[in-house]
């Protein structure tokens, strides 16, 4: 890297400009800026305020010279666009918006419309806009979120500043939010929301309700299919399931925003595989990224219960079977685990006190609250299978006995309790690994068979 | 002191002294001689198996019942149980939603941490109003919080003592008892 770099980036790229100086200078938001950009993928023109210059300024006061390189962006900007930047007319405002080089989602500040006053006046709103930005790096939540998630305080913003467009600004216009491929199951085919004459913020603020993006491919195919080629571009150059931001201003389709999708476990292994099947990424590649879960050997399942064997249901508090004998205070837990002997705590509703019993269990079964239970949210804590809300359970604590379903069973009895189906049976229930459905299992073997193929061969 | 020593035994199930000591705003150098009379009186014992501690006897349990009733203590209004009912189920939420995405903390996350945070607050602080050692609970949620903020994963949901969700069932737990409320389905589980 050169050991001075320009404080500005500017995209599209103007005549002999050096190429893009990567993501650690230019956050994750202005990196993928220019890469649509050099693919030819409509993005509005702006410029990336470096992360380097970003880390000079983040007490939040610019100098004399990033004001002035600012001025000469947005004086080009003007040009761009055939607008003007602080004049009346056809006015020129711009989006100010954060970059980190890691994903800080809706950490740090985002300011939509500046330079709506004349003159000066909008520089010294737009001045004020940048350093809000930077100065949002040291905000309390940005702060909690980085200690939380370990990533270095020092790398600091970068910030893009782009010519606005409008989702409200009439005609057909919206903005929306899609996945490449579907985040849930990895299924490929475009995947989203539309939400026809509003902007960004009004997507997540769950205040109207989005339309699917087929409702766009019915009502615009035209548009629709402009997303679907950006769609095959940005997924063949980042070799990866995408998100993507975008916005529809007066028919007039833009993408504000790419990354790599956030999946689920499961859709992880399907894009892997299909990835690799495309020739997108090889097979080692695919196998390094789906790495076997931590957690898979320890969530169990019991088998499928017949009617007649289920004592009762309840609510899934947390995963996993287990099986044991029933104890109904701290002092029965203890002494059947002194024994050796595996128990199942069962409580109206758990208490702090019942959290060293807790503990001791294999299994916790509550006859009162759901998923969101104390006793619930201690199982998930413990990582023990828990079933709440068995309404139906009825607990005698006078004659230490549980009833339910016609079946009476004294405390010391076993029982099998799967958290995830939310069942409880009487006796033992043989428990085995969940390995997920019989198509993830298949998926599993590929890869692990290309893993073994790719460390053999290189 | 002995009413409130025995009442932080009760919620704890099995607690050690300092544990109790912080939980009363007692320092532990004066708890112990308290402590060592309760289970003089037979109201609680020391387990001495795996889980070692103080723990409420059937006697004390009982002892503790009448004493609440019987000081006939200050209590805050209804609106203010209301108001824990209400908030109550907004955490619990969050504790759910937390465990879904950890440690993916969110903006949203954090502002509803907050919001819960100041609401709670102002409920412990009603409580204490009427009744000062229920102040320990707003300086232990405190402390959880900030380590929360400062980077422990653990200080919101974790089973280690003093977590948030830990602090806020045993000030649940205090609550119900002190109301002389049965849990009941309004209350949260």
Redesign the interface.
Known sequence: MAAVTSPVHAFPAVPGQPPGPGRALLGGKGAGLVLMTGLGLPVPPGFVITTEAGRRHHAGTLSPELRAAVRAEVDRLARRTGRRFGEPGSRLTVSVRSGAPESM???LDTLLDVGRGDGEAAFTELHAAIEAVLRSWDG??A???R????LDDATGTAVVVQAMVDGTAGGFSGTGVLFTRDPATGAPGLVGEFLPGARGPDLVDGVRTPEPLATLATARPDLHDDLSRAAERLERSLADMCEVEFTVERDRLWLLQVRSGKRTERAGLRIAVDLAEEGLISRAEAARRCPEPAGTDGLTTIAALPDDQTLCRGLPGSPGAAVGRIALD?DAA?AY??RGDAVILVR??????????M??AAGVL?T???????????A???GVPCV??AVALEIDLDRRVVRAAGHELAEGAVISIDGTAAVVAAGTHATAADAGTGRDLDLRRLLAQWATAGATTS | MRTALLNAVVIKGVAETAAVADATDVAAGEAGPVLAELAEAGLIRYRSGRLTGWSPTPEGRTELTRLIHEECLDRPSEDVHQAFVTVNADFKQLCADWQAVRPSVTAELTDRLAAVHGRVRQVVEAFAAAQPRFAAYGRRLDAARERFAGGDPDALTGIRAGSYHGVWMELHADILATLERARGAQDGA
């Open positions: 989602p809706g950490m309390e939540r702060v909690t979120y200690r939380l998630r370990s701290l203890e685990t002194d109206a509703a758990t208490q702090p006190a019942d959290l060293p019993a503990a001791l509550t009162a609250g759901g998923t969101t239970s104390h006793a619930a949210v201690v998930r804590e413990l709440c809300g």
